[in-house]
């Protein structure tokens, strides 16, 4: 069996919702142990329990990845009772504006949640790695490599995120880690849905089309593509692969404008 994880013990930050949902489900269906980290502890319960069901192995805990102590307590307490083989930094929150119109308090939270929180993880994770190996995958954004409009403290932090992901796999090859991040574009989630309805009621469809219109390929990807990469890049199938940046992107950084 391609892609089996069976026996691995993996880490899914903000792994009950969105794209890091099915990368919990998608991993534990590749026979994968699954734990949830979530600011949202129903959310991560709920989709252990999906997992469960489908016979699966998962464990949801309440974490805010903002908070080093909460963070070093849940992943000791995981790898007191199992080896610490999959670490994916999910969890991030996201901000529209410009330098000009971003306050300090949004630079703030988004520092905190999408760079401290991937910062707390990996150094949670990193000293029960050395002694083994492991992968770690950070989800960055297309946002970390190319410009887009009103995205300024969501590219600075996404750009960190990527940075990151380089300094890992150089310090902890020779330890056998594996660092390696994946950049999406616009993915088809709840938060999409959500922000379509806040923003623009009564003209949902339209600007859904324009926003899937952006991506070369014409569509939005769907959060099991994404997954699907993820499982490739934290299965054995990858070993020869550390210090990568994969955009899944329908083109949109190749393509667009060319």
């Known amino acids: 069996m391609k892609f089996d994880l069976q026996g691995k013990t993996a880490i899914v930050t903000g792994g009950g919702s969105g794209i ?14 699954v734990h949830i980290l979530e600011l949202n502890v129903n959310a991560a319960q709920e989709c252990a329990e999906e997992i469960v069901t489908d016979g699966g192995l998962a464990f949801g805990h309440k974490c805010n990845v903002a908070k080093q102590s909460e963070v070093k307590h849940v992943i000791d307490a995981i790898a007191k009772n199992a080896q610490l083989d999959i670490l994916i930094n999910n969890a991030g929150i996201a901000h529209i504006g410009n330098v000009e119109n971003t306050s300090e308090e949004a630079m703030d939270k988004l520092y905190a949640v999408n760079v401290k929180g991937v910062y707390n993880c990996i150094y949670a994770a ?18 970390s490599s190319v410009g887009i409009n009103d995205r300024f403290a969501y590219s600075m932090s996404k750009g960190a995120a990527l940075t990151m992901m380089y300094s890992v796999a150089k ?3 020779a330890y056998g880690v594996r660092c390696n991040s994946i950049s ?27 926003l899937a219109a952006t991506q070369p390929i014409g ?3 769907n959060p099991e593509e994404v997954a699907n990469l ?3 890049l934290c299965s054995d199938e990858a070993s020869f692969i550390t210090g990568t940046n994969f955009p899944i992107d329908g083109g949109f950084v190749t393509l667009n404008g060319n």
Do not use: C, W
């Open 126 to 143: 990193i000293p029960y790695m050395k002694k083994q190996g492991g992968v770690i995958l950070n989800m960055t954004s297309i946002a």
């Open 184 to 210: 999406p574009a616009r993915i088809h989630t709840p938060f999409v849905d959500g922000y379509l309805k806040e923003h623009f009621p009564g003209k949902e469809e339209e600007m859904f089309g324009k």
């Open 219 to 221: 569509r939005m990807g």
């Open 171 to 173: 310090d902890y090859v």
């Open 20 to 33: 890091g949902k099915a990368i919990s489900k998608t991993l534990a269906a590749h026979r994968a142990s």
């Open 230 to 232: 993820a499982l490739y």
